[in-house]
């Protein structure tokens, strides 16, 4: 059975769904018109949209520090918090200096310091450009291991584009998230787009059980079950058809899944696919899922 297919109950959005899909579905139709609208700025060439892997690779980037800024506008910029620390009193901006920045939702500016201090840096953007998403996206729902294992996880992920993070309450689960470590998860996942270069920010979504999440899969285009087991089909046999659409990911704790958990999410449409012929810890798991992902459509 091809993975391009998706499983019943999975992809075909109904009435009442599209807001649960927020940050799920890809960019509109006519994305290329709405970036321009919205942007008052251009680049040299002329083009002020870029489509592609969600990545700025531009050689005069590479020496000017990059920081994450939510609110970019046409005219100016403003760094708080940790941001204008870091530019301020560690990198020592100063009035004239440039700087690359990224809002996290695929806009970018190159913008040169006019003043400041350590708890703010007022910024001129000189030039505004947006990446549209890529028209794949993978979302990892995962039963998290405990401390810092789950620090690492996060920030790979999100090193490999990976669109969203969802926490698993499985019943053999060993963590169960709370609100302010949601919170740090998504300052970890912004500070590795900034070193990866980035242009999209890895959600950490709310923590969901098996059963719950089910309710949302007509948001995907296929869900996998990552499953050891000798039955499972291989994820290579249809890597191919991981290079288009939303993909959902499911990878259990260590002890694995219960019979109920692994009954109801293949009943609602999960396919299991084996990544190795080894057993593999959580977060190897995850992390074959994503380099499986982001190198499809590549290769």
């Not at 204008?84 to 809002?103: I, K, P, S």
Request: with cysteine.
């Amino acid at each position: 059975m091809s993975m391009s297919a998706a499983p019943a109950g999975v992809g075909a959005a109904g009435m009442g769904v599209e807001s649960a899909c927020d940050g799920i579905r890809r960019r509109p139709a006519d994305w290329s018109g709405a970036c321009r609208r919205s942007l008052g700025v251009v680049s040299a060439s002329g083009a002020s949209c870029l489509e592609g892997g969600g990545r700025v690779a531009e050689d005069a980037a590479v020496s000017r520090p990059r920081f994450f800024c939510p609110d970019l506008h046409s005219k100016s910029a403003v760094l708080s918090g940790d941001e204008a620390r870091h530019a301020w009193r560690v990198l020592r901006l100063r009035a004239g200096d440039a700087a690359e920045l990224f809002d996290g939702r695929g806009g970018h500016a190159t913008a040169r310091v006019i003043g400041g201090g350590p708890d703010r840096v007022e910024l001129m953007v000189l030039e505004l450009r947006e990446i549209a998403r890529p028209s794949k996206s993978l979302h990892v729902a995962v039963a998290l291991p405990k401390g810092e294992r789950a620090d690492w996880l996060i920030e790979k992920l999100a090193e490999f584009g990976v669109t969203s993070l969802i926490p698993l309450r499985a019943a053999r689960g060993v963590s169960i998230p709370a609100a302010t470590r949601i919170e740090r998860w998504n300052r970890k996942a912004e500070a590795a787009a900034k070193q990866s270069g980035a242009s999209f920010l890895l959600a950490v979504r709310p923590a969901r059980t098996p059963a719950e999440l089910t309710a949302e899969w007509s948001c995907y285009d296929r869900v996998l079950l990552a499953d050891p087991s000798p039955q499972a089909e291989w994820l290579s046999a249809g890597i191919a058809a991981l290079g288009g659409g939303a993909t959902l990911a499911l990878i259990g704790p260590e002890g694995g899944f219960t019979a109920d958990e692994q009954r109801i999410m293949e009943a609602a449409g999960a396919r299991r696919v084996r990544l190795s012929a080894t057993v593999l810890r959580i977060e190897t798991a995850a992390l074959a899922m994503a380099a499986a992902w982001a190198m499809a459509g590549s290769v």
